[in-house]
């Protein structure tokens, strides 16, 4: 009888022991994990125009423009920091003026928001840049085409062969450094048959 005894105790203990196991695991599958969503960042396109007169040759600073593009047309383009170059030459009353001008300009992305337990984050707007090219002077600027914000532009210095720019777009600042330069020597090579 003792025996009996202590096998039933044994076995109470260890079916306890079993059932506490079993429970510690299933209150772990019980667990759910919050997965927090952050929007996905905007993507940045840039077109080239002209107005006036059209450029000669251009060198828009960036491998994401092909050598053969279409004007107006928008290409994808990473963020960060670019020279540009174009230049050519018009007639004026008779006078044959050629031009040569060098921008300074940066390309930036709209970061999506963040996201929260309850909320996912909105994706970043679409940033779209235009530079304009004139025998003058060229223009940057942002066509608004998925944003709600204004643009707002101040120059902060106007020379003849010096324009800086500074264009405001929400939390965003850039600056804009536009130079006339002596016009580049292109060297074209004839292909021999």
Wanted: aromatic share 18%; charged share 25%.
């Amino acid at each position: 009888m003792n025996s009996f005894k202590k096998y039933r105790e044994n076995r109470k203990t260890r079916s306890f022991f079993i059932l506490l196991i079993l429970g510690l695991l299933t209150l772990g599958a019980c667990h759910k994990e919050h997965v927090i969503i952050d929007g996905a960042p905007g993507r940045a396109y840039l077109a080239l125009t002209w107005t006036e007169i059209e450029p000669d040759y251009i060198d828009p600073g960036t491998f994401a423009i092909p050598d053969l593009f279409y004007w107006d047309e928008y290409y994808r383009i990473t963020p960060g920091f670019y020279t540009m170059y174009y230049d050519g030459a018009y007639y004026d009353q008779g006078d044959y003026i050629e031009y040569a001008w060098e921008v300074d300009y940066e390309i930036w992305i709209n970061y999506g928001e963040l996201g929260t337990i309850i909320y996912d984050g909105r994706n970043g707007a679409d940033t779209y840049f235009v530079v304009e090219c004139n025998p003058y002077d060229p223009h940057v600027y942002l066509d608004l085409k998925s944003t709600q914000l204004n643009k707002k532009y101040t120059v902060l210095e106007e020379k003849e062969d010096l324009i800086i720019i500074q264009v405001v777009k929400g939390n965003y600042s850039i600056k804009l450094t536009y130079r006339k330069v002596e016009k580049r020597k292109i060297i074209k090579q004839e292909v021999q048959q």
